[in-house]
């Protein structure tokens, strides 16, 4: 057996003395990166103060998580709605239809309205003046922002996530919009993660790779990833949030920030109250929700890479179609139970 040690090649020296350097030369660079004191927040402003204060703003990759009914989709379409203000927004809404994500942000622009007020009367002449005047006004304020927002449903099929040889993948497309807008970062949402990974004999692994490639979408076009994620069903009774949402999709250590919509049922499920009780809660929630009031919920940072860990409250109007940040004082109780 030989014992001469291996002795790479002059060439192959130089490529790893090329390869490999100090930092000292990237500091200048570095110091110039640094802020001024012009910008509040780290990421993309979505103009919902409340979210923006907590996580400050939408940055890098972001997973919000949530149960069922949740409103995951409303919050994701407001936040980006408030985005597209200032920064070209890629929507990949894989489980609705295009019409259907236009009806979300003008429920979200409206704040009073039906979703059959505007896809079942929106131009009959008997809808009544107030909803007639605020779903004008509601167009009105999409149209300025439409011109930053992008569509894909499922028609266009389900999207290549990193390849650069495809046209129509993700990377691809923010590619094309960053240079079509002269951008340099564009919001992609993903509505939802669990529909882009690809079916596959090791369910684990496509996860994980999914996970990676949007990892490197974000780290090599400087695009902020907004994806949406279904708890799992073990949720309402389990209080280790990482646990329920790793029930989900196996990749909650990637992204740099992971927040959880709590609802009032999963609040409830906390409280001492019997059973009979809780339902009846519960039913008294969902009577005053069809009537557009607002339903108890909690926006929480499971992780926050640049944030910590914290909550807010919010209130979802799930008939009309949007959030709005703090405490209805009729549900204060329910609240409560958060910090309980």
Do not use: C, W
Request: charged fraction near 25%; avoid cysteine; aromatic fraction near 6%.
């Amino acid at each position: 057996m030989s014992t001469e040690t291996y002795k790479p090649d002059a060439e192959t020296e130089q490529l790893k003395a090329q390869s490999l350097h100090p930092i000292a030369s990237e500091l200048a660079d570095y110091k110039a990166s640094l802020g001024d004191g012009s910008k509040t927040f780290r990421g993309l402003v979505t103009g919902f103060s409340e979210v923006d204060n907590l996580i400050s703003g939408l940055d890098r990759f972001i997973l919000l998580a949530g149960r069922s009914g949740a409103g995951k989709t409303t919050l994701a379409s407001q936040l980006a709605l408030g985005v597209a203000s200032h920064t070209p927004v890629l929507f990949y809404s894989l489980e609705m239809g295009k019409s259907e994500i236009i009806t979300m942000f003008i429920q979200a622009l409206a704040k009073g309205l039906y979703r059959n007020d505007i896809e079942l009367q929106g131009n009959d002449p008997e809808l009544p003046k107030d909803k007639k005047d605020r779903l004008d006004q509601a167009i009105a304020d999409l149209e300025p922002l439409a011109k930053n927002i992008y569509i894909r449903d499922a028609t266009n099929g389900i999207p290549r996530i990193a390849d650069a040889k495809d046209a129509s993948s993700i990377y691809s497309t923010v590619e094309s919009l960053k240079k079509r807008h002269n951008a340099e970062r564009v919001l992609v949402v993903v509505d939802s993660v669990q529909d882009i990974v690809p079916m596959a004999n090791n369910q684990v692994q496509a996860e994980i790779q999914t996970v990676q490639e949007l990892t490197e979408i974000q780290q090599k076009t400087g695009a902020t990833i907004l994806v949406i994620a279904q708890k799992n069903k073990g949720s309402i009774n389990n209080v280790d949030s990482y646990g329920h949402v790793m029930g989900s999709m196996s990749f909650i250590h990637k992204p740099n920030t992971v927040i959880e919509i709590i609802t009032a049922k999963e609040l409830l499920a906390k409280s001492k109250d019997d059973n009979d009780r809780k339902a009846e809660i519960e039913q008294l929630l969902e009577m005053d929700a069809k009537d557009g009031k607002s339903k108890p919920m909690y926006l929480n940072i499971i992780k926050g890479r640049y944030t910590g860990t914290s909550d807010i409250p919010l209130q979802y109007y799930g008939a009309y179609g949007y959030y709005s940040g703090g405490i209805s004082t009729k549900n204060k109780k329910i609240y409560d139970l958060m910090n309980s």
